[in-house]
């Protein structure tokens, strides 16, 4: 298949969306690997910092939701990258329950130096679809979630496999 199908005129069965999909992902999973290549870090780990880097230092919670992952889920994410330098962790000064995330100079640096798309390649992609193409699209997902019995909240605040 070398077409693609962006016009609604054009029929597409399900093998054809199967295909597609299988390209998305294959495409995705080799941008991870490249991000990962060129950082040294998952491409779930450069969105974090991406996120601290354009945004300034952040609440733990926010940064969460901003990503829309758990607490745990990030939590995790930001003990490795303490450890690696690039970023620091303390308690606020007004309120000792929260946690705010800031970027050291490596991990400035880190990111500085890069010219890759840092929050991935996917959501990159998504905010250049039309509004109402990606409003069809989530539809479209939403149907297929739907038949296959599939909660649409399940798993669906955690990283790909291939960016984690």
């Not at 539809?139 to 979630?145: F, K």
Request: net charge neutral.
């Amino acid at each position: 298949m070398t077409e693609y199908i962006t016009q609604q005129k054009v029929p597409a069965s399900p093998l054809a969306v199967l295909q597609l999909f299988r390209v998305v992902f294959r495409a995705a999973q080799q941008y991870s690997a490249d991000t990962e290549k060129t950082l040294g870090i998952s491409g779930a780990q450069a969105w974090l910092l991406a996120e601290l880097y354009e945004h300034g230092p952040q609440k733990a919670g926010d940064l969460a939701a901003r990503m829309a992952l758990k607490p745990a889920t990030l939590s995790n994410m930001l003990i490795k990258l303490v450890e690696l330098g690039y970023l620091v962790r303390q308690r606020s000064d007004k309120d000792q329950r929260v946690v705010e995330v800031s970027l050291t100079e490596q991990g400035r640096s880190l990111l500085a130096k890069t010219n890759c798309a840092p929050r991935g390649w996917m959501p990159e992609a998504l905010g250049k679809l039309p509004p109402e193409q990606l409003h069809g699209l989530a539809i479209g997902l939403g149907g297929m979630l739907a038949a296959m019995n599939v909660p649409l909240a399940e798993d669906g605040d955690k990283p790909l496999p291939f960016t984690e």
